[in-house]
């Protein structure tokens, strides 16, 4: 099971959206959907009553993404960290590509929304500095559009710059789909990414899961946590060494997620910002 590879360039976004268009190729590409606690030291027995006795770790894996894959919403919570930059993301989404949450990045905060394909972000002031400070933005003009933006949310409509890549944060379907990516195109795991093992039960948030634990060569260690009541849900997904180490929480599954679209007197069109300045 592989990491989720939209949420670093949802980082990329946020410190790009308002003063650069696109997001370059290479950027928005990069990655994740990673895991929770590290994985604990040995492997020890299925605990009593385990619904997973007698299968191998790969076919605990394939139920579990079967079962996440059918999910109609979920909420994650959790922090990557890529490029040395921690991304703290809070978000609840469904399968109709709405979502609602936060993200957190270079010290600033970011509320995000998005509803009938359109997405709205409202940003603290350490945010939007930060965001166009990475730009290169003239101090005047940060002045400027952080003016124009205090209290009020950034309204990005499809086919403005930012709209595809911060509206795959919230593609359930994708994000989901990403799962299968330990996967060759023939359906069998591909053994150059990692042998994968079951390690010891353990519970999130009291619920009780098996733990998958994957290790590559260079170090790279993933765990994914699995419930074992009602469906095999994935409930936790932690990396540790590599590029990217993350840690993921997988919650509130097939719960309604009710998004709040901001009125038009909050909102600040991004057709209005002319690379971070009022039009």
């Known amino acids: 099971m592989a990491s989720h590879r939209k949420l670093r360039a949802a980082a990329a976004v946020c410190v790009a959206v308002v003063v650069t268009g696109p997001v370059p190729a290479a950027t928005a590409a990069a990655p994740v959907l990673t895991p929770g606690p590290a994985p604990l030291a040995g492997t020890a027995a299925p605990s009593p009553g385990d619904p997973f006795a007698g299968l191998t770790p790969e076919q605990i894996a394939d139920r579990a993404v079967e079962a996440t894959q059918s999910a109609t919403s979920l909420r994650m919570k959790g922090r990557i960290v890529s490029d040395d930059q921690p991304l703290d993301v809070d978000l609840a989404l469904n399968d109709r590509n709405e979502c609602t949450g936060r993200l957190k990045i270079a010290g600033g905060t970011a509320e995000l929304r998005r509803a009938d394909d359109i997405t709205y972000m409202k940003g603290d002031e350490t945010f939007w500095r930060a965001s166009m400070g990475s730009q290169g933005m003239p101090d005047g003009q940060t002045a400027a559009t952080v003016e124009l933006l205090k209290g009020r949310w950034l309204k990005i409509a499809p ?78 997904t932690v990396k540790t060494g590599g590029d990217e180490p993350g840690s993921i929480t997988l919650s509130d599954y097939d719960k309604p997620v009710k998004v709040t679209v901001p009125p038009p007197g909050e909102t600040v069109d991004l057709a209005k910002l002319n690379r971070g300045s009022p039009a």
């Open 159 to 236: 086919g403005q710059p930012g709209s595809e890549d911060l509206g795959g944060i919230c593609d359930l379907k994708a994000l989901l789909d990403d799962l299968d990516r330990d996967k060759d195109r023939d359906g069998t795991r591909d053994p150059d990414r990692g042998t994968l093992t079951r390690g010891r039960d353990g519970k999130v948030d009291d619920t009780p899961v098996a733990t998958l634990v994957s290790k590559k060569p260079g170090g790279e260690t993933s765990t994914v946590s699995v419930s074992q009541e009602g469906k095999p849900y994935i409930l936790r």
